[in-house]
């Protein structure tokens, strides 16, 4: 059975940087696609960052330039750092991953593309 579990999260200031990670473990440890997704209260769940598994990235324009998405493969581990945070970053931050999503991993981040979720990290910014 496949597990994803988030860890890192916290309460910060505007300006502060964060770095949450996800550790997966079970059955299959390969993925071709891997992502970061949040979700605000009464907002619907968005795609953060992707990460393939040759290693290429994708972002969201609203985090552009601030936040990096990674992966140890060794410790079957999924990082997001995240710097410059902004009040609007606030969010119940979740990692997602799926064996099959290859050609559609960079040019997408919908949540229909990954069979494989974790529980969620919060992460709170104050102005």
């Known amino acids: 059975q496949v597990q994803l579990e988030e860890s890192g999260g916290g309460s910060v200031q505007a300006g502060d940087s964060l770095n949450i990670s996800c550790s997966v473990s079970g059955q299959s440890n390969h993925y071709d696609c891997m992502a970061w997704f949040r979700q605000a209260p009464g907002k619907e769940r968005e795609g953060v960052a992707t990460?393939?598994?040759?290693?290429?990235?994708s972002y969201a324009d609203s985090v552009k330039g601030r936040f990096a998405i990674s992966k140890d493969n060794a410790k079957n581990t999924l990082y997001l750092q995240m710097n410059s945070l902004k009040p609007e970053d606030t969010a119940m931050y979740y990692c997602a991953a799926d064996p099959s999503q290859w050609t559609q991993c960079l040019d997408q981040r919908r949540p229909n593309m990954f069979g494989y979720w974790g529980q969620g990290t919060q992460v709170t910014v104050s102005s």
């Open positions: 990460i393939r598994s040759d290693g290429r990235t």
